[in-house]
């Protein structure tokens, strides 16, 4: 094996394959209709290795999620059938466009920026625990092995990090104020 192809051997063991099953585990959230996990997976380890061979690659790991995201949309393209019928000229054509206007666009923008920042502000375990669990969709188990911790711990974790960051979103006015339960005006 050439001294190129050994290094890019132990590059992708070290810094691609380590995220497979997270991988794994996003692509069954995001796409549950999707049933060639496997296909897609090996689809985006390729399009992460043309990226490093192209030095098109800053991040492998970025890179590795976004190119399963578009290999699996690609899957479902492929599958979309085509349209055979005819379109009568003289009917008239409703459009209706299913997607949020700009101001919807920009307030949710907005809202997601807030929400990392709330994230990137709670302690290291707890951002890492709520990271695992609510963006990547591990389970408990999953998350305690993991990172070495009880199943107890990812679960007083979770349940701090969302009321952390729902606090903040509160704080932010992004979220309603919790009802008074003495019953004192706001």
Known sequence: MPPQ????????AEEVQPHEP???????RKF??????????????????RARI????????????????NAALDVFRRRRPEFHGTIVEDAPLRVLEDRPGVAETVIHD??????????????LRCRQVLKLR?????SHREIAQQLGIS??????????????CADFLRNQG??????????NAP
Not at 110 to 123: D, R, V
Not at 151 to 164: K, M
């Open 5 to 12: 192809d050994s290094e890019t051997a132990r590059w992708f």
């Open 22 to 28: 997270i991988l794994r585990s996003y692509l069954r």
């Open 32 to 49: 549950p209709a999707l049933q060639d996990v496997d296909d897609v997976v090996q689809e985006s380890f390729l399009r992460v290795l």
């Open 54 to 69: 192209d030095g098109n690659l800053r991040s492998a790991r970025g890179f590795l999620f976004t190119a399963a995201r």
């Open 110 to 123: 907005q809202e997601l920026s807030l929400l990392a920042e709330a994230i990137e502000a709670l302690p």
């Open 134 to 138: 609510k963006i990547y969709g591990l």
């Open 151 to 164: 199943e107890r711990t990812v679960n007083v974790q979770v349940g701090l990090g969302v009321r952390r």
């Open 174 to 183: 992004v979220l309603a104020p919790l009802p008074d339960t003495e019953g």
